[in-house]
């Protein structure tokens, strides 16, 4: 037997590169097809084989780098390649069922990875890119061919390589425009987990799938979403496990485990793509407005006081900002003896940048809010003092000023009377 099926190959093979000549030579093709392929049909049923069975069967022929149909697609199939990749040990007809002899049929069967891959199929049937025509398996796995374990290098999935794999459809080159939606790609090639990931090549950094998932992707929209509002704190804690806990632990934290979704997220504070190193003086010059669009009053009194009027001053970045005096993540009411804010931890948080701060420095408010009678008595009396003062002393002056006027104009008359009698 073992004879036979290594004659049989020895055939397919040599009538592989008579047929792969024909092909490239081009004029005449299709006559010419079908006498080879009547010729081949014949060895092989000399042989008592008539079908391909092997991968080295289809090899014979297809393992050809020029090989082309006759629309002059390739069809050519590297088979070290093929052999490195995870299915490499399969029969070429695992996958292409009904291709089991040539010339092949008419109709070849489209190629279907569901039935061994039913939990990835599954998933990509309910997520966003579940349209199978514009999302076969092979747009993000690449060619059915050359396909290797996501833990491989190789792999089109392999962490390094998924924002590129993404990236051809979100980013401005890719589709992203003609579906509406923003171009993701190098926004986060920009950010810490991009660059972490593409520059340092920390396999631990965030890259598409850890925040998304990968087959079962859904709209933020989704509740069940990964990137839904309500679950962000836990998909970026599965990594930043600590922070998490801080927040958690905060009054936003709280606030949000409590169902109020106007609290933050770890996104309004740093974005999900356009993520910076929060020691970078960008993110500290525009952290205080994002705290301050949900906090208005406290922005507005934050600044009237010397720290912001100093941070807008030639863009400062040593200036007290928000949660220098709050925290970042476990942010705590003022009445919580844990609060940094707190009367007790006061000469500690301020002293961290005003050396030998004491009691009595610690007496000056950052929020002072000098409309707010309730809140700021002192402040709120002084200011009304030198308003009053102020408002007496001008219009003292203008009383003063009128008659003086009316004063000198009288004068005036009264003279020039006196010198008239004279003459008379
Ligand atoms: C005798 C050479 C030869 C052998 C052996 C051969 N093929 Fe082909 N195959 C071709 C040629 C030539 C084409 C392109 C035109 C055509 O379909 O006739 C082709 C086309 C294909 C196509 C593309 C069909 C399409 O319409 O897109 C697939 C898939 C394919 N072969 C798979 C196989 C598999 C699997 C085997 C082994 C079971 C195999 N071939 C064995 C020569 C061969
Ligand atoms: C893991 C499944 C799988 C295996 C195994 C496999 N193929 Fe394919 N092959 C595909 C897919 C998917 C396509 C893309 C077309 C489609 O979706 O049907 C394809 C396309 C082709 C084509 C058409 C040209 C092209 O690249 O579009 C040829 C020829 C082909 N395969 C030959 C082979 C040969 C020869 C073998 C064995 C050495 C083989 N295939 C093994 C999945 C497979
Ligand atoms: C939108 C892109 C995308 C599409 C489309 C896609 N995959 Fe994946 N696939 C991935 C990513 C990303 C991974 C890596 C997951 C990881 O690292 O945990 C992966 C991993 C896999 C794995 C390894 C096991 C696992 O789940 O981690 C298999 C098997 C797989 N995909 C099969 C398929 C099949 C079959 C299809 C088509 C039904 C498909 N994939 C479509 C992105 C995709
Ligand atoms: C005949 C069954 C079969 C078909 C059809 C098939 N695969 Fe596989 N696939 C396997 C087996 C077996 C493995 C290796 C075992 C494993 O790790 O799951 C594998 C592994 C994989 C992996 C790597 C899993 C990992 O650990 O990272 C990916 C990705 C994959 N297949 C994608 C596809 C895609 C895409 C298709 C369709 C083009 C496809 N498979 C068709 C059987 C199949
Ligand atoms: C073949 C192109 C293509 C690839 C590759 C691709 N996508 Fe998409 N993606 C799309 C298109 C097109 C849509 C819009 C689907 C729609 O609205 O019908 C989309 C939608 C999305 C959405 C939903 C946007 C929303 O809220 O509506 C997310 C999230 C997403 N993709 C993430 C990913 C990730 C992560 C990867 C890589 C693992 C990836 N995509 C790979 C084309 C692609
Ligand atoms: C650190 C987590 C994280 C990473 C990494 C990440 N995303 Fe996102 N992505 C999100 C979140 C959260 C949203 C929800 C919307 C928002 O808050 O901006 C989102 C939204 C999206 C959207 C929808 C945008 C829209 O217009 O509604 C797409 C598409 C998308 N991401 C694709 C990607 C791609 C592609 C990559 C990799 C290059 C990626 N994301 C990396 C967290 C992430
Ligand atoms: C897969 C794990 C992972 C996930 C998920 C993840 N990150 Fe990260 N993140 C990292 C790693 C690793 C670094 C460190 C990068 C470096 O130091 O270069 C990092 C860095 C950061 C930094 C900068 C830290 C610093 O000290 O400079 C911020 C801010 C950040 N991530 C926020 C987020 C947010 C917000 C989310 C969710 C939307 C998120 N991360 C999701 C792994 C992750
Ligand atoms: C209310 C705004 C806000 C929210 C919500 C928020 N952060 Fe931050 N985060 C900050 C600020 C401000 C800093 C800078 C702290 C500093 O420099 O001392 C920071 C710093 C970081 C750092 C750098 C390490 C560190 O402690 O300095 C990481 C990582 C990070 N945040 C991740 C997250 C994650 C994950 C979440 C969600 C669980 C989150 N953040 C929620 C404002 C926020
Ligand atoms: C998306 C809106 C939003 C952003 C951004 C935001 N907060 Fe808050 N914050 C809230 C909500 C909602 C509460 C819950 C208590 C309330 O309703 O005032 C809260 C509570 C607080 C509290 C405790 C007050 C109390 O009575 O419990 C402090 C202090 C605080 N935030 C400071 C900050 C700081 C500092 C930042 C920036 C690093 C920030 N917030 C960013 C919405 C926000
Ligand atoms: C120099 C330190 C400092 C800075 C900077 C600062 N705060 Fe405060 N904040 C305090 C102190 C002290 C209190 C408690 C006393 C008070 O209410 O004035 C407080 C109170 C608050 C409260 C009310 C807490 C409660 O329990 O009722 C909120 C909300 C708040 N700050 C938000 C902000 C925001 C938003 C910013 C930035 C725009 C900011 N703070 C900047 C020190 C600071
Ligand atoms: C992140 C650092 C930082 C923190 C925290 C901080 N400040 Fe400041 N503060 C500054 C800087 C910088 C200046 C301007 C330079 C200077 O005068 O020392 C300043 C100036 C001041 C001034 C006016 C100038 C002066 O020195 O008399 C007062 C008053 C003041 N801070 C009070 C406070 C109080 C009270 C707290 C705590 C609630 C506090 N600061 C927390 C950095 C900080």
Redesign the pocket.
């Known amino acids: 037997m073992g004879e036979a099926a290594s004659f049989r190959s020895l055939l397919i093979e040599l009538f592989g590169r008579l047929t792969n000549g024909v092909v490239c030579r081009g004029a005449g093709r299709r006559m010419r097809w079908g006498m080879l392929a009547g010729v081949l049909a014949g060895s092989l049923l000399v042989t008592n084989a008539g079908r391909l069975q092997a991968q080295t069967d289809c090899l014979g022929c297809h393992d050809n780098a020029e090989m082309q149909d006759a629309s002059g697609h390739s069809v050519a199939v590297d088979g070290k390649t093929f052999n490195k990749s995870i299915h490499g040990t399969m029969k070429c007809n695992d996958c292409h069922q009904n291709i089991k002899e040539y010339p092949h049929p008419a109709q070849v069967a489209k190629v279907d990875c569901k039935g061994c891959h039913a939990d990835e199929a599954q998933g990509l049937a309910g997520s966003?890119?579940a349209?199978s025509k514009?999302?076969p398996c092979t747009?993000?796995h690449g060619s059915a061919h050359s396909i290797f374990p996501k833990a491989d290098s190789r792999s089109a999935v392999y962490p390094l390589n998924?924002p590129n794999?993404?990236g051809?459809?979100?980013s401005n080159q890719g589709?992203a425009q003609k579906?509406g939606?923003a171009s993701v790609y190098p926004k986060y090639m920009d950010s810490i987990h991009g660059f972490a990931l593409s520059k340092e090549g920390l396999l631990v950094a965030a890259n598409?799938?850890s925040c998304?998932g990968?087959h079962h992707?859904l709209?933020?929209k989704d509740p069940a979403s990964p990137t839904n509002r309500v679950n962000i704190p836990k998909t970026c804690g599965s990594c930043h496990a600590k922070i998490n806990d801080d927040y958690m632990g905060g009054s936003h934290g709280k606030q949000m485990a409590a169902g109020n979704v106007k609290a933050p997220v770890c996104t309004d504070c740093h974005t999900a793509h356009e993520i910076l190193h929060p020691t970078e003086s960008a993110f500290r010059m525009q952290s205080t407005p994002i705290c301050g669009s949900c906090h208005k009053d406290k922005l507005s009194t934050y600044r009237d006081t010397f720290h912001s009027q100093l941070g807008s001053l030639g863009g400062y970045v040593e200036t007290a900002r928000c949660w220098d005096c709050h925290g970042a993540h476990e942010i705590l009411p003022a009445s919580d003896p844990k609060s940094p804010v707190n009367k007790a931890n006061l000469i500690k948080t301020c002293g961290a940048c005003h050396a030998g701060a004491n009691a009595s420095f610690v007496q000056y408010q950052p929020h002072a809010n000098a409309h707010d009678r309730k809140l700021n008595p002192a402040l709120y009396y002084v200011r009304t003092f030198m308003n009053v003062l102020l408002a007496s002393v001008l219009t003292f002056f203008m009383i003063h000023t009128l008659l003086w006027l009316i004063r000198a104009r009288y004068n005036q008359i009264k003279e020039k009377k006196t010198v008239g009698g004279d003459h008379e």
Do not use: G, P
């Open positions: 966003v890119h349209d514009e999302h747009s993000c998924i794999t993404c051809k459809c979100h589709m579906h939606l598409c799938q998304h990968s992707i709209s933020r």
